[in-house]
């Protein structure tokens, strides 16, 4: 009898190991979701703000072109009439 015990207690042991390597499996994988999860998040919101920067950076150009436009009008036509000092 003391054998067949020891060899019941045994097989509850692996049972139990079994079942903490299956949770410890899972919480793993469980934690890899989480992080892949995180990463593209973390992607989509870099993604978002790089795209809203350039085009803040775009319209202040466009800005900066438009104005050195005006302001090269503005010198021409004050030579044309004259009021230009050198």
């Known amino acids: 009898?003391?054998?067949q015990n020891r060899q019941a207690g045994m097989s509850q042991?692996?049972?139990a190991s079994q079942a903490a390597n299956t949770a410890t499996e899972f919480a793993?994988?469980?934690?890899a979701t989480e992080v892949r999860r995180q990463n593209q998040q973390s992607a989509q919101?870099?993604?978002q703000s790089a795209a809203s920067?350039?085009?803040a950076t775009e319209f202040a150009s466009e800005t900066n072109v438009a104005e050195v436009?005006?302001?090269?009008q503005q010198?021409?036509?004050?030579?044309s009439s004259g009021?230009?000092?050198e």
């Open 53 to 55: 920067q350039n085009a």
């Open 45 to 47: 919101q870099s993604a």
């Open 1 to 3: 009898m003391p054998k």
């Open 75 to 79: 010198s021409a036509s004050q030579q």
């Open 69 to 72: 436009r005006r302001q090269n």
């Open 83 to 85: 009021q230009a000092t």
């Open 13 to 15: 042991a692996n049972q």
């Open 28 to 31: 793993s994988e469980t934690n």
